[in-house]
């Protein structure tokens, strides 16, 4: 796996758009009107932007595979971090909506492990059908930098399928929150180091 440079933002923007398509979980922020293939570009390209200013965004070798993992206390600058969110605000999610998704994503905050992790944000894979090897490929390197830091992995799923394949690759489930105003509960799962 590399890290996402200059060069490789625009296809790692492009995998993230087609397995984001019918995420439930990434879709649920984005105002919902017209401009859907436009909002979901510019969530993508923000999810993108902030991983790599925390130095945690990688593309597998074949790059048809993105994963948005970094050191939870690799921080962003306030300014870079105000106009990314600002975009974000104005070309994905609809200020109407900004104060309702901020409380939510403040909850989910609170639910993280207070000592230091690797936080897996996001994992998108753009071969549905033969990217096995792709995963694979994701996982090693996930697994192999979290064993080199002594570091648990940590993330957040919505759906019952990813939350599935999570267990099947060594995390368990060390919290749950169900939003009031969402179908599905949030799980947070947890992968310790050399496990």
């Known amino acids: ?12 923007i492009q995998v993230l758009v087609h397995s984001f398509r019918s995420n439930p979980g990434a879709l649920r922020i984005m105002k919902k009107d017209s401009r859907f293939d436009k909002r979901l570009y510019e969530l993508c390209y923000f999810c993108i932007t ?3 200013k ?24 306030l300014l870079s971090m105000l106009s990314s969110y600002i975009r974000l ?21 609170t639910k993280r492990p207070k000592t230091e992790y690797l936080h897996f944000w996001m994992l998108g894979v753009e071969d549905n059908t033969f990217g096995l090897r792709t995963i694979i490929e994701i996982r090693d390197y996930a697994y192999g930098l979290a064993d080199s830091l002594r570091l648990p992995i940590i993330a957040e799923t919505r759906l019952e399928k990813n939350r599935k394949v999570y267990m099947r690759y060594g995390f368990r ?4 929150w169900k939003p009031k105003s969402e179908a ?12």
């Open 89 to 109: 605000g104005t070309r994905c999610i609809g200020w109407d909506r900004a104060l309702p998704i901020l409380w939510k994503e403040n909850i989910i905050q």
């Open 54 to 77: 925390k130095e945690g965004a990688y593309i597998t070798s074949d790059q048809k595979g993105v994963a948005l993992l970094f050191n939870s206390k690799q921080k962003v600058p």
């Open 184 to 195: 599905n509960e949030v799980s947070f799962l947890i992968r310790d180091p050399n496990s």
């Open 173 to 176: 489930i060390y919290n749950t």
């Open 50 to 52: 902030m991983a790599m």
């Open 1 to 12: 796996m590399d890290q996402i440079n200059k060069t490789t933002k625009d296809r790692a």
